[in-house]
């Protein structure tokens, strides 16, 4: 059993042993005993919670951890497929150009061919000229040189007419030299736009091939993009459901640590009960105690009046001057002289421990005479063994509480941040007291309210922190939660004012406050009506 289960169970029996364990019984101590089984349940389901939530903590952090790697490489994807993107726009933009490009050569060979085609029919036709006169050279022979030559006139007449055969033949010579230069330059061209569109339409089929690999690269990285998001929104989902499971796990750990302060409270009632009714049963034995005492002791006076003779009043008055001083502690001296039947009267100051042995009057010298018959003094030795053996019993824990309003737990500091009530989804039980205008942390709480100190511990798994309980009797009980150190020890008795601890920030809290809970017959209620 661990450390947290031994508080718990030494807390309940603190409860008991201060008001007194003499009747302690079987039933008590099963009591006891299921409580602490039901607290070790409890503590296992915790850390079994607890642990699951450790665990659930972990994978939440490597999913996490996964989702970003996954977003990450999706990223880098996506500025691969967008570079991709990049170059193919470029690329298409130089495969447009050449198609351009190509159209324009082609026109230019179409247009050259035209030329081409058209100087083919010069050249042809000239041929066809000279093609002619030669024939009619050869026809004629030199004939027509020989009556070129007869039929001048001087001798000046011969030699133009022998310049004009030559220039004629000479033009003939050029015309054909000329048609055969144009040709050849003409098939020049026709050869460079030729191997021009050859190498436009290389460089086409080299751009085409290119743009279908970038195409099959980014419809590969598109395809990779693609598992990778589902990949993701896979881990997202499994997140989601992780997140889920921690949150309910959180609630069910919470819910133990409700249930846990629950049953602590409930077991602190019963002890408180339990408490009560032993105070009451030894109040009971007491007197009845007080009255067989006083019984005896009456007889043992009316006894030796009957053989001194003395008188019944001079006998009386020097027992109630011995019985005086006991009583004075819890009655006013007057009530000395009541009957046996009154000062015998239950009383809830305080449990009453029968260890003083009851007073045996004597009877006193007596110096008159006094008839016999008027010895019947019943009255003469009232019940105060019983009053003096209270006043040497520890107070009882809920023995100094009588009702009213408590006392304010945080002097100087009257700031509520958050009051009794729904909060968060959930009931705040208890206010929270802070101050606006100054620091509070390390401040003193004080007690509301005397009382006994039946919990001061320190952790509790979060939630309270440090905190302190008093049970201040007549089922009412107040926490002080969130200390940052504690004053007191469990068992110990607490006066009103007295410093319980200081202010802190201990367990689940989001800065300096004293959580402040009124418990009345295990059911946390609004403090402010109590206090002033």
Not at 265 to 286: G, S, V
Not at 380 to 387: E, F, H, L
Not at 389 to 413: D, K, S, V
Not at 468 to 491: E, F, K, M, P, R
């Amino acid at each position: 059993m661990n450390n947290h289960i031994t508080k718990a169970i030494a807390m309940i029996s603190a409860v008991v042993i201060t008001a007194g364990t003499l009747a302690w019984n079987h039933d008590s101590y099963r009591s006891i005993s299921a409580s602490a089984k039901t607290l070790a349940e409890i503590e296992t389901e915790k850390k079994e919670k607890q642990a699951q939530i450790d665990q659930k903590k972990i994978e939440l952090a490597a999913l996490a951890d996964d989702i970003n790697k996954k977003a990450a490489y999706e990223q880098t994807l996506n500025e691969e497929i967008n570079l991709i993107n990049g170059k193919m726009l470029l690329i298409d933009t130089q495969l447009q150009n050449i198609l351009q490009d190509i159209d324009q050569k082609q026109l230019e060979i179409d247009a050259l061919q035209i030329q081409i085609d058209e100087q083919q029919l010069a050249v042809d036709d000239g041929l066809e000229a000279f093609k002619t006169r030669i024939r009619t050279l050869y026809v004629h022979g030199n004939d027509s040189v020989l009556s070129a030559l007869v039929g001048a006139t001087s001798f000046y007449d011969v030699l133009a007419k022998i310049d004009l055969i030559k220039r004629i033949s000479k033009h003939d010579d050029d015309m054909i030299d000329s048609l055969r230069d144009e040709i050849k330059e003409l098939n020049n061209n026709q050869q460079d736009l030729t191997a021009s569109l050859q190498a436009l339409n290389l460089k086409q089929t080299e751009m085409q091939v290119l743009l279908d690999e970038f195409s099959a690269s980014r419809t590969e990285l598109n395809d990779v993009v693609k598992d990778t998001d589902l990949a993701k929104q896979l881990l997202i989902n499994q997140q989601s459901e992780k997140q889920g499971e921690l949150a309910a796990n959180e609630s069910d750990l919470q819910a133990l640590k409700e249930e846990e302060e629950e049953l602590i409270l409930e077991a602190a009632r019963k002890a408180a009960e339990e408490a009560q009714r032993l105070r009451e049963e030894q109040e009971r034995r007491a007197r009845e105690e007080a009255a067989r005492r006083t019984t005896t002791t009456t007889t043992t006076t009316t006894t030796t009046v009957r053989t001194t003779q003395a008188p019944v009043v001079t006998t009386a008055r020097p027992v109630v001057t011995t019985a005086r001083p006991v009583v004075t502690t819890a009655r006013p001296a007057a009530t000395t002289a009541r009957p046996a039947a009154t000062t015998a009267r239950p009383t809830t100051a305080a449990p009453v421990v029968t260890t003083a042995a009851p007073v045996v009057t004597t009877a006193a010298p007596t110096t008159q005479a006094t008839p016999a018959p008027t010895t019947p003094a019943p009255t003469t030795a009232p019940p105060a063994p019983a009053t003096t053996a209270a006043t040497t019993a520890a107070p009882a824990p809920n023995a100094e509480y009588r009702g009213g309003q408590l006392a304010w737990p945080a002097p100087g500091y009257y700031d509520i941040s958050s009051p009794f009530g729904p909060r968060w989804g959930r009931i705040h039980k208890g206010i929270d007291i802070i101050s606006y205008s100054r620091a509070i942390n390390g401040a003193n709480a004080c007690a509301a309210a005397s009382g006994t100190v039946i919990t001061a511990k320190y952790g509790y798994n979060g939630g309270y922190g440090n905190y302190v309980q008093i049970d201040h009797g007549n089922g009412l009980c107040t926490l002080y939660a969130h200390l940052s150190a504690i004053s007191v020890s469990q068992g110990q008795h607490i006066n009103v004012g007295e410093k319980i601890g200081n202010v802190g920030s201990t367990g689940n809290s989001t800065g300096p406050h004293l959580h402040f809970s009124v418990i009345v017959d295990g059911t946390f209620v609004d403090p402010m009506p109590y206090l002033y």
